[in-house]
């Protein structure tokens, strides 16, 4: 571009230049995160977080032994297309920590947390690099991460540093046994699958549509469900069946297309199985026509959307999550235990909390069985601690403790009612919760239902 | 007494049946059974299934989804069959304390006048305890007298015409959005050659200002729809005076000035995550019904008017006024126009004015229309903002406009008959072809591909 | 000085990374297109996932390793074929846009649910399906770890040092390949063609071919560093996307464009930059100013500038020579 450089060079300028549009951005939306804190979580949990008084956990220090101190990674997505779901398994992982920590610690020590970003798949390189500098700092066991993409991204790094990887979340049926060094709480998507198309079945519906996004979490419990419906001689999947080919991308913004070729079908139900993406499918439904009410939801979307929609655009419907859906009083220990620990705001979703919860305290009571916190003798105590040698039930930490110092066996029920891990270090049993919508809120408790495999 | 009896009968012979077949045979459910219950099937009201109990029930519907009662439904199990009527709301359950096989039995002589049952009288249903097992019969015809619920499944036309005739119209929709948008990055293009990787980042601008505005702040919708449309210009100018313009005076070629955008691409996203955290924002917390002859939101209607206003408006800019034949002279030849009198650094700011404040609009009309904006919404529109503007002819309002309609009808129309995954691949695969056989796009002028 | 001792094992690590090995063999590719010949290919990445599936798909069906590694290669020339065949004649911004939406229709292709079978879908091939290919090639006991200072890794399985010893010799090789070709007449010509296509031409060069040449060579390279990359890791079509590609052009940037070392340096450079960043800021910033989320966020709006700030200030990297300026138009 000859004639343009002639001007002078104001090179202050230019730094200031480039940095602009992002302080631009920023300043116009000032107090963004403050007005949006309230938005998901209801006011309620709100006003009682406050009451609930959590503690910071400490920073794990990388000189210290990771044998003789619970050193606990924590692999949660802090940015990216998962990133709503990073505040709630944060408030999980620092809330059980806390709760350990009042206990008298792990082997007589404070436990303490090594938090990093396990990204996105899209970010794989970065996944891959946090995690090896979580492993660099010697962890004692890693929770996370929430993605199966991300599982299976860093399962070959985690593999050779032989460090146990327990997630709360990643359900894809292909992670199954897949490293003896990975064990998972939430449970398994035939689980909830079973329960919420046995209950779409009950309710009498004949012809069920499926709007899936083509993600391993979605087809999974698409196809669980297409199976029970299919199986009942009385229904059938009219539109999103296997192999059709009608999942629609995860990164999708726009769903016009996708519910008018479900509602040509004449549907007498929709399940929605999608996460953060439902918010936009809700409104391109309804403006079609569709009664909400006659719409099924998966523990990905099982959310409050009081904030959002027009007051009981969702009354009536239903859906299904693993355990208990997090109960006012757990939403607002969580919410407690993220801002405790550096949240800037409440989570807006609360999936997977529990999980996270179950998952560190299951860790810390392994390595108080093996009276080591190598990662090692916590991966041989895992099963153990969760039932598998059919202990007592216990139901917190401190409870747990007790009777391991008793020299008894235990079985851990925590907060999402999963059973003991099974041979292949997936759950062997668990509760699914069907709830359904008053207003805009999942809040009324229809029935829980026991899943085995 | 004597049906006491045999109901216990029952649960005692029943888990030997069944337990070979049934996958997880559960320790507990013969002792259960054993311990003294009454019957091992009751009819209940509702159902509540516990860890020793296990439920069978089902809803009867007729064809038009309304629910029908005191149809008459039998469970056995081998043992004395226990029957119940449907309640009010159609539905029907047993408990039963035994895990195992059961045939489930409609009366059909018991069903309203009009109705069959559309397959089968009868099933088998495995109890699993703990568990619900569903139980369904699909009947056929419609109740006399039943409300029929029009709005119970959608009206939509489903015939062949009826499912094209939708597309086409959300395919207007999507492309019109897309062409507000596409005409920013065309004209930036136009007259400065700078494939502006960061233009969609504008777009999500505008709907997160809108979600700031008008839910946050409650402002009446169409006060911040102005307000975004003139912030998000602004940013505009404040972008061309504080980096662009100094760039060009720098000399800095059109593919480092792209590297650059793609930068600022980065850079924004994470700023918009670092505000607004990873979820979906509304701009509006209302939903229309669809209505009239493209069978869309109201909304929507007025969406697609004010796009096809402000693209002529911006066609008329460009064709009749003053600034719009110099901003087309500097789209030309730059020296040129410089040579002649033309104030090319007022035009450029113009045009970055002019791009910013549209990608803002179609920002908050895209999040009003199709239901929020998350922060990488932008980021998957210019994989379509792209191909629109490319396959329209680069630097062109009116070929913007008119690829823009293009990828907008193939993603939609392209779901008829490809997979929907496939849609955005075909809309690339067009591009690609087009390119191929037509580089300059198909309203470009040849003299630009050189 | 504790926290300093953590961020140089962090960055040690990181430098042992194989991932690092492999972005910088794709980076080295890139700069082969966009550093010497000045051809604009934003959609390296899909080069990364072809040699990937190519592999994968081979060894999943039974392929023994080398015909994976074969089909993987030609998998790339004959998507730089296709690429380069309609847009090299045209300017250089054609090429962009058809490799990107090239690269795209891969990844969505790719992760379609009817190529299950064959692709695995969006969940991709997990890393157990076709890495015991590889390790049974390994002149090391498969079971067993060795230390080197503070870094203790297996000898033959997973992310082993098996893994990067042959991540870090394949780069090698590619560098020296690379430092040979440009200090050839071939070499001379592509970084001419760059310069000035013309005049290039005047010389009765066939320009087209060289073109094709270079897209080829570049192309085969990022497939070997994608193979590599899902050596450890898994082969995902979301993973290897447009993210990867930008990723890919700043490495190539930090470290110097059209040098044979810098794709290498802005790799060391880059994951050192993101986990030092991280580091730093969870340190020294109170959770008050920012959050524990925001910290991750922040870095890469940091990178994000970083990568303006560098291509406006030092357009020709670290190591790059400013009279070679990559950067044609």
Known sequence: ?453 | MLVAALGVLSGLLLPALPAQASSSPTPSASSSAAAGDSSAIRATATCAQTDTTACVAGTLRDADTNPVRGATVTLAAGGTPVATKTSAEGTFSFTVTAAGRYTLSLDESTLPEGLTPGNGTERTITARLGALSPAGFALEGAQQGGETDPEATPQGDTSAFGRFWNQVSLGLLLGLLLALGAIGLSLVYGTTGLSNFAHAEQVTLGGFLGYVFAVQLGVPFVLAGVIVIVLCALTGTVQDRLIWQPLRRRGLGLTQLMVVTIGLQLALQYVYQFIFGGGVRPVSRTIQANTGPLNITPNAYIAMAISVVVLIGVGLLLQRTRIGRATRAVADNRPLAAASGIDVDRIIRLVWTIAAGLAGLAGLLYALVYGGIAWNTGAELLLLLFPAVTLGGFGTAFGALVGSLVIGLVTQLSSLVLTAQLRYASALLILIVVLIFRPQGILGRRSRVG | MDFLATLFTDFGAQILSTVTAAFAIAAIGLNLHFGYTGLLNIGQAGFMLLGAYGFAITIRFGGPFWLGVLVAIVAAVIFALILGLPTLKLRGYYLAIVTIAAAEILRIVGGNQSLGPVTGGVAGIGNQVYSPAFTALSPFPQDGSFSLGPYTYPLTVGDSWYLRIVSWIVLALVAVLVLLLMRSPWGRTIRGIREDEDAVRSLGKNVYLYKMQALILGGVIGALGGMLFVLGTSVQPDSLGRSTTFLLYTIVLLGGAATVFGPVLGAVLYFMVIIGLQDVVGQFVPPEIMSQQQVPQFGYIVVGIGLMLLVIFRPQGILGNKKELSFGD
């Open chain 1, 1 to 453: 571009m000859p004639g343009y450089r002639s001007t002078g060079r104001r090179l202050a300028a230019l730094a200031m230049g480039a940095t602009a549009a992002v302080a631009l951005a920023a300043c116009s939306s000032g107090g963004g995160t403050s007005p949006s804190a309230s938005t998901g979580a209801s006011s309620s949990s709100s006003a009682s977080a406050s009451a609930v008084s959590v503690k910071a956990v400490p920073k794990c220090e990388s000189g210290a032994d990771e044998t003789t101190q619970l050193k606990l990674g924590a692999f949660i997505p802090l940015t990216g297309g998962l990133a709503f779901l990073g505040p709630a398994a944060v408030g999980g992982v620092d809330l059980a920590l806390n709760d350990i920590n009042e206990a008298g610690g792990v082997l007589g020590k404070d436990a303490c947390v090594n938090l990093v970003d396990s990204s996105e798949t899209s970010q794989a390189a970065l996944s891959v690099a946090n995690i090896k500098k979580q492993l660099q700092s010697k962890v004692s066991a890693i929770v996370g991460p929430e993605s199966s993409g991300v599982t299976y991204n860093v399962l070959p790094t985690v593999n050779g540093a032989k460090t146990v990887l327990f997630s709360p979340a990643a359900t894809d049926d292909g992670l199954t046994g897949v490293s003896p060094y990975f064990f998972r709480n939430p449970a398994p998507n035939s689980f909830e699958a079973s329960a919420l198309g046995s209950q779409i079945v009950a309710d009498g519906r004949t012809k069920v549509a499926f709007l899936t996004f083509n993600d391993p979490y979605g087809t999974n419990l698409r196809d669980g469900m297409e199976s029970v419906i299919k199986d009942s001689g009385s229904a059938e999947v009219v539109y999103g069946a296997k192999g059709k080919n009608q999942e629609f991308p995860s990164t999708e913004t726009n769903f016009g297309s996708d519910v008018s070729a479900a509602l040509a079908t004449k549907p007498d139900a929709i399940v929605i199985i999608a996460f953060d993406q439902t918010k936009q499918i809700i409104p391109a439904l309804v403006s079609a026509g569709w009664k909400m009410g006659n719409s099924y939801f998966v523990d990905g979307n099982l959310n409050d959307y009081s904030a959002d929609l027009p007051e009981g655009t969702l009354t009536g419907v239903k859906g299904a999550t693993q355990g208990v859906n997090p109960s006012p009083e757990l939403r607002a220990k969580l919410a407690a235990a993220y801002k405790a620990n550096g949240g800037s705001s409440e989570p807006t979703a609360y999936g997977y909390g529990a999980e996270a919860y179950d998952a560190s305290t299951l860790i810390a009571l392994a390595a108080e069985k093996g009276k080591s916190a190598a990662s090692e003798d916590i991966r041989k105590n895992l099963p153990a601690v969760s039932g598998t040698t059919g202990g007592e039930i216990c139901k917190s930490f401190s409870a747990c403790k007790q009777l391991l110092d008793d020299g008894k066996e235990i079985q851990y029920q925590g907060y999402a009612g999963t059973g003991p891990f099974n041979s292949k270090r997936d759950i062997s049993s668990g509760y699914i919760s069907i709830y359904q919508y008053e207003g805009n809120a999942p809040s009324k408790f229809l029935t829980s239902t026991k899943e085995s495999d």
